[in-house]
């Protein structure tokens, strides 16, 4: 909502634009690069074994918890158990002086790529010559420089998957260090490659996704342009700003302005023409798009590896007749369809390129799920509105419901930030299964006054009583949205979210008259809360356990 909490999931570092001081942070890149690539190559298996969660009160049969014997080179699991579990639990796994700050600095380090399809087959030709990546991590001190190569020789131990006395020796020392610790607390029974999406989090844990990027660059851009477009870039903030507190200064236009920080798109889509040579570049959905079929996806780093088992398509909405951008990923075991509505300042190519992105979700989760631009975000057409987003989520129900003849018990409304606010208005206008918010505002107005240090920032959940009484003519009202729902509610919120605090949870769960359920979570904040585990934990349990009790 504020531009400067807007972030993205990945961040792209590439060698030619970092020195030797900040190597790094290349070095993070291909750890991160690395560990996600042989991830997924794990939970895309067709293997799925059974893997119960250890709990106090629940008997666990001894055949169903792997030992050292049964682990064999191809069932092993990544990052926790390696990376943390394997080194002294007071350890760190980066000097606070190294790690704290990689984030903040590496958006100074931003890939300029032409945006063209052919770099897309140049990249792919590209790929089979680079090396294997070797990871020498920088080390302020003999001591730190050890823990670094420790862990550094975990992961590639892990990665490499060889198959020979050493390797296996060497998993045995593992599996002896590591104990029940790395099986998650869980009421529902999770499948290894669950396990694999769920430690890969915790390693990604409140940071941006890194990816080493290996774009071929034509030339860097200069000092002079480099300059213009961080001018461009800071007066365009200026502007947005001057907009919403000038034009007029009324409370009601700042709430509705304020409400929306549509960033400038990422990504588009494609059709290529089965006649020719040529492509059908889409950077803006029209009507003339709807019917088009086998429609891909281009990121502006041609070096991504687009999802191809994404299925693109537009909707036009009901009533507004905005044309819509939506991806669609496919779980090989679908009890129910998802419909995510992303959170504010950022667009559906964060939630394909990213990670977790709705693939890696609809993995963990078993679902289908459907991920959609708001209108005026992306290459979606419109402006953005309440009445626009309104319109939106309520259309993507319908297209479920009648074109994937899909149940309304069976679909889930998911929304996160602006998206649960989003979310709830249409679980109140369609009889849905189910309705779980994150770090949901219960108010936009209320996001928006403590922006400007004058709202209920820091009030105890008592005060909110006559804000609860105010709130009846706020924008995007979700406390008192939430009071119309026909179904059960998860509502989940960090502890220390500070953009979005606590006391708007707290107020929204009050006001819920059908089933509910929250879950507070700890050391994780407002921008990374999808990085929690936990999260997605407790979110399973909702699907498999509290909707059908």
């Not at 679902?367 to 509105?385: A, E, F, H, N, Q």
């Not at 409304?413 to 949901?440: E, K, P, Q, Y």
């Not at 502890?495 to 605090?501: E, F, G, I, S, T």
Request: hydrophobic share 35%; proline share 4%.
């Amino acid at each position: 909502m504020n531009q400067k909490n807007c972030r993205h999931k990945h961040l792209f570092v590439t060698k030619k634009n970092i020195d030797e001081k900040k190597e790094h942070i290349l070095q993070i890149a291909s750890i991160h690069t690395e560990l996600i690539k042989h991830s997924r190559k794990i939970i895309e298996k067709e293997q799925n074994e059974d893997i119960f969660k250890i709990q106090n009160n629940i008997y666990i049969p001894e055949k169903k918890i792997p030992s050292k014997n049964d682990c064999k080179t191809d069932d092993v699991f990544l990052i926790s158990a390696t990376c943390m579990e394997a080194l002294p639990k007071n350890m760190v796994m980066f000097p606070k002086p190294i790690i704290q700050p990689h984030i903040e600095k590496i958006q100074n380090f931003g890939l300029k790529t032409k945006n063209t399809i052919d770099l897309q087959n140049l990249a792919k030709t590209d790929k089979k010559k680079i090396k294997k990546k070797k990871y020498a991590a920088k080390a302020t001190s003999d001591d730190s420089k050890k823990k670094m190569d420790k862990m550094k020789n975990e992961i590639e131990l892990r990665i490499s998957l060889k198959k020979n006395k050493e390797f296996k020796k060497k998993l045995e020392e593992i599996n002896d260090q590591t104990s029940n610790e790395k099986f998650y607390m869980s009421r529902v029974a999770l499948t290894k490659e669950q396990c694999v999406f769920l430690e890969t989090l915790d390693f990604l844990r409140n940071q941006s996704y890194i990816v080493n990027c290996k774009c071929s660059v034509e030339e860097m851009p200069s000092s002079f342009t480099t300059f213009l477009e961080n001018f461009l870039r800071y007066f365009h903030v200026f502007v947005n700003f001057s907009n919403i507190l000038l034009c007029p200064p009324v409370c009601s236009s700042i709430s509705r302005k304020g409400a929306f920080w549509n960033p400038k798109p990422q990504y588009w889509y494609f059709q290529e023409v089965d006649t020719s040579e040529q492509y059908n570049i889409i950077k803006k959905g029209t009507n003339l798009h709807i019917e088009m079929n086998n429609l891909q996806f281009m990121f502006e780093h041609p070096c991504v590896d687009y999802k191809k088992k994404f299925k693109y398509f537009f909707i036009e909405c009901n009533e507004t007749r905005h044309v819509i951008a939506c991806a669609f990923a496919k779980s090989p075991k679908s009890n129910y369809t998802i419909i995510y509505s992303h959170q504010n300042a950022c667009d559906i190519g964060d939630n394909i390129v990213g990670y977790p992105n709705i693939n890696d979700i609809a993995l963990f989760l078993n679902c289908d799920i459907l991920c959609y631009d708001y209108s005026g975000y992306g290459i979606s057409g419109g402006k953005p509105s309440e009445d626009a987003l309104k319109d939106n989520i309520v259309s993507l129900v319908d297209y479920v419901n009648k074109e994937m003849n899909v149940p309304l018990k069976k679909i889930i409304l998911l929304g996160f930030s602006l998206g649960g606010a989003v979310s709830t208005i249409g679980a109140t206008v369609r009889d849905v299964g189910g309705l779980i918010t994150m770090a949901a505002p219960a108010s936009i107005s209320q996001v928006i006054k403590n922006l400007f240090h004058c709202g209920l920032k820091n009030k105890k959940f008592e005060e909110f009583e006559e804000f609860e009484e105010e709130s009846s003519v706020t924008y995007f009202n979700t406390s008192q949205n939430i009071k119309y729902i026909t179904c059960p509610y998860l509502g989940i919120h960090a502890y220390n979210d500070k953009l979005v605090p606590i006391s708007h949870a707290r107020i929204i769960y009050k006001n819920c008259l059908q089933p509910k359920f929250s879950f507070y979570v700890q050391n994780s904040n407002h921008n990374y809360l999808d990085t929690a585990s936990e999260v997605w934990l407790r979110i399973y349990e909702f699907l498999y356990l509290d909707l059908i009790n």
